[in-house]
């Protein structure tokens, strides 16, 4: 059984910063891509950012392209989110998510993954 466990998260000034941690069980995580997503309240769930299973490539929703960056560590088994110049309408449960099939995924759909973290609330006050 897979588990991911988030990290990092907290109340934050407008403008500031926080990072995201994903601890992730099992052997086979270089294999996959990885996403986090969030989810404000009376909003449905958002596609936040995506890495593959190489690093290599990296996605992002339009929301927060140029200020998130994600990044992974293999060796850790580890995902981040470096968030920066934080605005209020980033407050949300943020979840990091690894999808089913190992490999190149469509990233951006939520429906590509198969296991969710608890999630960590980012509060970003103005």
């Known amino acids: 059984q897979v588990q991911l466990v ?3 998260g907290g109340l934050v000034q ?3 910063s926080l990072r995201l941690s994903c601890a992730t069980s099992g052997r086979t995580f270089s294999l996959y891509a990885m996403g ?3 989810q404000a309240p ?3 769930r958002e596609f936040v950012a995506a890495i593959s299973w190489s690093g290599g490539n990296t996605h992002y929703g339009d929301s927060v392209k140029g200020r998130f960056t994600i990044s992974r560590d293999n060796a850790k088994k580890t995902v981040y ?3 920066n110049s934080l605005k209020p309408e980033d407050t949300a449960v943020y ?3 690894r999808p089913k099939y190992s490999g190149t995924v469509d990233t951006r759909n939520e429906a590509t993954y ?3 973290g608890q999630g960590t609330q980012v509060t970003v006050s103005s």
């Open 42 to 44: 009376g909003k449905e």
């Open 14 to 16: 407008a403008g500031g």
């Open 81 to 83: 989110l470096q968030m």
């Open 114 to 116: 198969e296991y969710w």
């Open 6 to 8: 988030e990290s990092g």
């Open 36 to 38: 986090w997503f969030r």
């Open 95 to 97: 979840y990091c998510a």
